[in-house]
T-cell receptor
């Protein structure tokens, strides 16, 4: 069975401090992995994606994620949080072998304190 | 480039009534997805179309939900009859060429459904 687990439902950081949002996945096949962000009253937007190329993936707005196969993880990081980063973040797995089933994690709400 | 369009943006109905949502994907995008996002949860894939054929509808409650994509462009999602637990945001997304792994999905603003 395929699944994706976001280990924290809420994360709170101070502006200027690092951000870490954790994601673990389970897949029988080589997955594609994504992080999407959802700002209040706005649509889902792609932050970054991993598709079996470089394991360290850089995305928009200074975010990056590292694919670690041995740990089945794809954690999202940012060196310095900004107030505008406050949003809901979703880790997503998309599967190969013809299925292409897209599974979203439950989401992590990021709060950024001034 | 115009984004994914959805209508209506909001809908309030009573249980046992019927409702339909419409989606117009980005021009040229072959793959179209419908998701259900219940408050506090991540989106759940209901159905995926490749052009006008269904690729995956394994999580679509077929006793009450139906979807079609005529001519491989616009799509409608219908609920008949609605239940209280159908209250959610219904998201439409599209992706170019083949909806395989690694293809970014572009999301519409969603339709917020409230069932009373």
């Amino acid at each position: 069975a395929q699944s994706v687990t976001q280990l924290d439902s809420h994360v709170s950081v101070s502006e200027g401090t690092p951000v870490l949002l954790r994601c673990n996945y389970s897949s029988s096949y080589s997955p594609s992995l994504f992080w999407y962000v959802q700002h209040p009253n706005k649509g889902l937007q792609l932050l970054l994606k991993y598709t079996s190329a470089a394991t360290l993936v850089k995305g928009i707005n200074g975010f990056e994620a590292e694919f670690k196969k041995s740990e089945t993880s794809f954690h999202l990081t940012k060196p310095s949080a900004h107030m505008s980063d406050a949003a809901e973040y979703f880790c997503v797995v998309s599967l190969g072998a013809g299925g292409f089933k897209t599974i979203f994690g439950a989401g992590t709400r990021l709060f950024v304190k001034a | 480039e115009a984004g994914v369009a959805q209508s209506p943006r909001y809908k309030i109905i009573e249980k046992r009534q019927s409702v339909a949502f419409w989606c117009n994907p980005i021009s040229g995008h072959a793959t179209l997805y419908w998701y259900q996002q219940i408050l506090g949860q991540g989106p759940k894939l209901l159905i995926q179309f490749q052009n006008n054929g269904v690729v995956d509808d394994s999580q679509l409650p077929k006793d009450r939900f139906s979807a079609e994509r005529l001519k491989g462009v616009d799509s409608t999602l219908k609920i008949q009859p609605a239940k209280l637990e159908d209250s959610a945001v219904y998201l439409c997304a599209s992706s170019p060429i083949r909806g395989g792994p690694g293809n970014e999905q572009f999301f519409g603003p969603g339709t917020r459904l409230t069932v009373l």
